[in-house]
């Protein structure tokens, strides 16, 4: 069974891709909450109905799940069940500033490369040229 720690960061896939959105990459775990405290950021009752017909094996009293408190890197905190992930693609991952260098490329593609970026999950970027 995947252990969950707090204040680490997690990168996973959903069960439903296309309801929940398909992976996850730097989410920081803030805390692992109940029910009551969950449905404050997230409707799961609703959720967890919808996602019944999608999710083997789902609990079908959403009260029968943990919940996991993530901050995503742009500071939004979100919902996700421990039924809704799934457990097998969960990888604690540490941050790092990383640096690439591309020597000779022309000034243009500094948007193109920007937007794939951003179009990959990464926010918090800089690009530029030297």
Partial sequence: MVQFDVKKKYKFRTLAPVILGEEFNMMLLK??????????YRDIYTLNTKLSSVINGLPVNANDSTYLLFENTDGEKVVFSRDWIDLDSVLVVDSANIRIDLPNYDTDDLEVIKNTLLEMGYSNINVYTY
């Fill in 31 to 40: 805390g692992i909450i109940d029910p009551d405290t969950a449905y404050i």
